[in-house]
């Protein structure tokens, strides 16, 4: 062999090399990520999820990938994302951003494992048939933090208890609107006060429902459980704020940017959790051998500036259950 070729030989096996090493690898699992929220507003959530798969050995981008999908609020994009997701066959389809976000890919697919996160009860919508045995190829983790609605309403008494009528803003598209209404009126009526029901899917109607709680001479307001409204929460504080109405909210968020209270499960742990499911099924596991589980730890945090401001004085003993208080 002439020099000239020999070297010719030797860079075109240098490419050759990688390459068929390469094609020897086996393919890297895809996850599908389906939200109905925003990137912006789910970052901390992703790196949850996240931390959750790297503690079962998935590192995206090493030995796995992911195919994203936002439905940014629109819950009427969810189905057509998640028949995308299984068109392009994913390993399993991980769902954030409550039960209509895990309809829709269960609605989907009957094969691909799919792995939810969502505030509501899951047997009760009937996603699943039992926490324990949820059957087929869903499970998951609920916080129910759309159960705590009730809860999050004798709160807000607590600390405005003159105020005869409190306005509950929910979002009508949302899968839980109906039973979250059924536990808010209970609750009122045991409590003995009016509520007026307010509202939302959209910006603008977001800023009607303020309009119409002024015109009802709303005293207090509970924002509901769902994630569109988690993803103004700036819009739905800094009203709340120019109309100087007492509100408590589902997350801390919320309240770390100024609004009066939050109660409701810690977020983010329950997504890391979602991400160690993921990974076990990644590994073999089956959906329908992993129960669901409920995350039951909650936490209360007040921002006393803005109590402050509204000029209340929050009562010792809300003060005293309160896991954190911003001052």
């Known amino acids: 062999m002439k020099r000239r070729e020999f070297i010719t030989f030797l860079g075109g096996a240098a490419v050759a090399w990688p390459l068929a090493a390469l ?19 789910m970052a901390y959530i992703l790196t949850a999820f996240h931390q959750g798969l790297n503690e079962t050995g998935y590192v995206e981008g ?4 992911v195919e994203y999908r936002w439905a940014e609020g629109r819950y009427d994009r969810l189905p057509a ?4 997701l299984v068109r392009r066959q994913v390993a399993v389809i991980a769902t954030i951003g ?3 976000t895990a309809f829709a890919a269960k609605a989907a697919t009957s094969t691909i494992p799919i792995v939810f996160t969502t505030g509501g009860d899951p047997v009760r919508s009937g996603l699943v048939a039992s926490l324990s045995r949820p059957g087929g190829n869903i499970t998951g983790f609920t916080q129910v933090s ?4 009730a809860k999050r309403l004798q709160i807000l008494h607590e600390v405005v208890p003159p ?8 979002n009508p598209a949302y899968t839980d609107a109906e039973n979250q209404l059924t536990d808010v009126e209970a609750a009122a009526q045991t409590i003995g006060r009016q509520i007026v029901v307010l509202k939302a899917n959209s910006e603008k109607g977001i800023e009607a429902a303020f309009a119409r709680l002024i015109e009802r001479k709303v ?5 509901a459980s769902d994630p569109f409204l988690f ?20 997350w801390r968020d919320f309240a770390a940017m100024g609004g009066l209270m939050s109660y409701g499960t810690r977020r983010g742990e329950v997504q890391r959790q979602a991400g160690l499911y993921v990974g076990r099924i990644l590994k073999g596991e089956k959906p329908s051998e992993l129960p669901v589980q409920t995350r039951t730890k909650f936490e209360l945090v007040i921002n006393l500036k803005t109590a402050k401001a509204l000029d209340l004085t929050v009562p010792p003993s809300v003060l005293a259950r309160a896991d954190e208080v911003i001052e």
Do not use: K, T, W
């Not at 094609?23 to 507003?41: K, M, R, T």
């Not at 759309?146 to 609605?149: F, K, P, V």
């Not at 993803?231 to 589902?250: E, H, M, N």
């Open 23 to 41: 094609a020897q690898q086996p393919a890297v699992p895809v996850i599908g990520f389906l939200s109905s929220g925003a990137p912006d507003a």
């Open 62 to 65: 090493r030995n796995m990938a």
């Open 81 to 84: 994302m998640a028949d995308d």
């Open 98 to 100: 409550g039960q209509m």
């Open 146 to 149: 759309s159960a705590l609605e």
């Open 163 to 170: 105020v005869a009528v409190i306005g509950v803003l929910v």
């Open 219 to 223: 005293g207090a307001l509970l924002v």
């Open 231 to 250: 993803s103004f929460r700036d819009q739905l504080v800094a009203l709340a704020a120019r109309y100087a109405v007492p509100a408590i909210y589902q």
